[in-house]
């Protein structure tokens, strides 16, 4: 019975410290996306959208942005996103990653098909989601 309540303590201690989830890639708690840029919520009324997006094997979705805070989790497969200036990441089934914000960028699948339930938390009026050629003067996207 010791080891028992010792055990349980140990795993009472850890949960409360943040350790367990903290070793878990499915769990994120940040203000900063993948390539460290800040996070910033858009002014107006909150409006907080999910979608799951299905990627199939030799898809290439465009070049976009999100203006708003953009969370994925990856339930299938694996992706690497990459921005116009190069910067690239690489996530898998079972991790969650914060999206680059205002940043233009891409998902190619590289075991497809790749399904991710992606998380927006926008604003009334504020578009998830951007092409760059329907933002030509960089309102939404900062443009390379």
Known sequence: M?????????????LSSGYAAAESPAHIQTGT???GGKLEYPGGDAQVTSVIL?????DSPPFHCHPVPTMGYVLR???EVETAAG????MRAGE???????????GVALQAPVEIIVFYA???????????ADDPEGRYCDLP
Do not use: F, Q
């Open 2 to 14: 010791k080891t028992l309540c010792s055990y349980l303590g140990a795993v009472l201690l850890a």
């Open 54 to 58: 299905r990627i199939e094997e030799g």
């Open 77 to 79: 497969g694996e992706i």
């Open 96 to 106: 969650s990653v914060v999206e680059v914000m205002r940043t233009v960028h891409r």
């Open 122 to 132: 926008g604003a009334e009026g504020v578009p998830n989601t951007v092409l760059p």
């Open 87 to 90: 910067k690239k990441r690489v």
């Open 33 to 35: 996306d993948w390539a």
